[in-house]
Each structure stands twice: as C-alpha cells, then as structure tokens.
C-alpha cells in the first residue's frame, strides 16, 4: 500500500545571510506545512537545494525534518544519482530509520537509453529496504522515462509510484492506462496537480504548498472528495503564484515568497540565485491581492 498520496513537500533547505544551514528555519517550516494539512513531506528533494550541501549537511537536514516531523507525517528520501552503483552503496549505508521510502531520480547527464533507465531502478529497488518511487524530470536530467518503461518498472514489488513532471499528459495517460492497480501517479508540477488527479494521479510532491500549504491541500482534497468545482475554484486560485514562482527557477521564486511571509531568508547558494527584482515584485504583489 502506497502511503505517498495527497499534499507532499518538496522541502526547501534554507540558509542563513552567511550561507549556512538554518536549521530553525527548517523546523519553523516542517510545523507550518503540517499544521496547514500536508500528507507527506520529502527531505533532498530538487527544491532542497541538494547538491550544493555536504554529506555533513546532507545527514543534519534529515536528523532535523525527522526531529521536527515526530513521526507525524510519512518521509520521502531523496537518494539517486547517474552512478548506479554508487547510488546502491549510499542505500546500503543510510540508516531508514523514520524514513518512509525513496524518491529516486532518471540518471542525469549520462542519457542512458530505456533499457538502461530500467536496469538502474530495477537494480536500485532490489537493494532498497524501502519502497522506491520513481522520479521522472527530462527538463533537468536530459532524458525521459517513457511511459512503456515506467509501466514496466511498475511491475517491480518495491517500486510503488511515479513522480511524473515530465509536462506531457498524453504520457501521463498513458501510464494511467496501462499501470497496475498498485501502483500510483504523483504529479510533479505544480500547475497541472488539479488536471492529473482529474485524471487519475493520487497526489503531488509540490513547491508550491511549501508556502500556501492550505489552499493547495485544501485543492488536492476538494479532487480527492469529489467537489471538482471546489477544487477548480482553487486551482485558478493559485494558477498565477504557480507560474510566477518557477518564472525565474526553482526554489528561486519559493523562498521569495517565503522570505516575504517570514518563513525564511530569501538566500540561495551558488550557482542558484536569487529571484530578479521584477519577478519578486510580481510575487509580492499576487501573494498580498490573491493568497495572503
């Protein structure tokens, strides 16, 4: 049984003027996207800004979201990476304790080929003690996990779902066709959440909501209830914030908005960036006319 349905988030790591981790940021925003009705949280996800922290750091941001989460909510792990062996060898040495299942993303930069897209998860999954679910993001990786091999990866009993932000409905679809009963589709973009659980997804992994967590699992369970004119009202509701906050990069646009409603300081490492002076500007003004 999946757990991972409804409002996820792709917790953002914020830092402090100097650069370094702020770790009461981090379990300020834990709280805040709890108690505004998340259904599940990832820890070094994308919007983590991962890649630009220690394995030091890496280990302190996870103690810190499983300390301030207190087994309320399931986690997600970010572990993946275009060395499959090596990305076995971090599975074999993370401690699970508390941690819920793995988000894993398609091998960047190598754009291996379908079949070697299956052999890296297969391999991935037989060693993980935790469900896997798939991450498919072509805009970053370069490549895409077609729906015919994510049907097929679907089939493995330890991988349960697909984050899919590939943009593509029609292969949205066409995994929601062809997929078994157990296993689930979990958009990836923030903008579409409302038309692919119309279609048949079970939840999201958003940016968004780490900010305005209530209207957008207030939308994710309007979908999920039935009362589509609800959820629609609230899509529409968001539709502008949505854009704008991925109008300059992710999580770019999201810790502008937070910086602004006190959740964290507007500060990104190399080579990410702030927001421009104009998107920020338009996020400010759409967060006070429409979402404050």
Known sequence: MNIFKGTGIALITPFNEDKSVDFAALERIVNHVIDGGADFLVALGTTSEAPTLSAEEKEQVVSTILKANAKRLPVLLGLGGNN???????????????????????PYYNKPNQRGMKAHFTAIADASPVPV???????????????????????????????????????????????????????????????????????????????YIKPFSRMMNAMREGQHEEALRLHY?????????????????????????????NVLRLPLV???????????????????
């Open 133 to 211: 679910i798939l991450y498919n993001v072509p805009g970053r990786v370069g490549v895409n996990l077609q729906a015919a091999t994510c049907v097929e990866l679907a089939k493995h009993p330890n991988i349960i779902a697909v984050k899919e932000a590939s943009g593509n409905l029609m292969q949205i679809m066409e995994i929601l066709r062809d997929k078994p009963a157990d296993f689930d589709v979990i958009s990836g973009d923030d903008g579409i959440t409302q038309p692919m659980m119309a279609l048949g997804a079970q939840g999201v992994i958003s940016v968004a909501a780490n900010a």
């Open 84 to 106: 499959t062996q090596t990305v076995i060898e971090q599975i074999k040495k993370q401690d699970f304790t508390g941690i819920d299942g793995i988000l894993s993303v398609v």
């Open 274 to 292: 702030t927001a421009s002076e104009t998107v920020q500007k338009e996020i400010e003004n759409e967060y006070n006319n429409n979402l404050k």
């Open 237 to 265: 509701t968001m539709l502008r914030m949505n854009q704008l906050i991925f109008a300059d990069g992710n999580p770019a646009g999201i810790k502008c908005l937070m910086s602004i409603m006190g959740l964290c300081k």
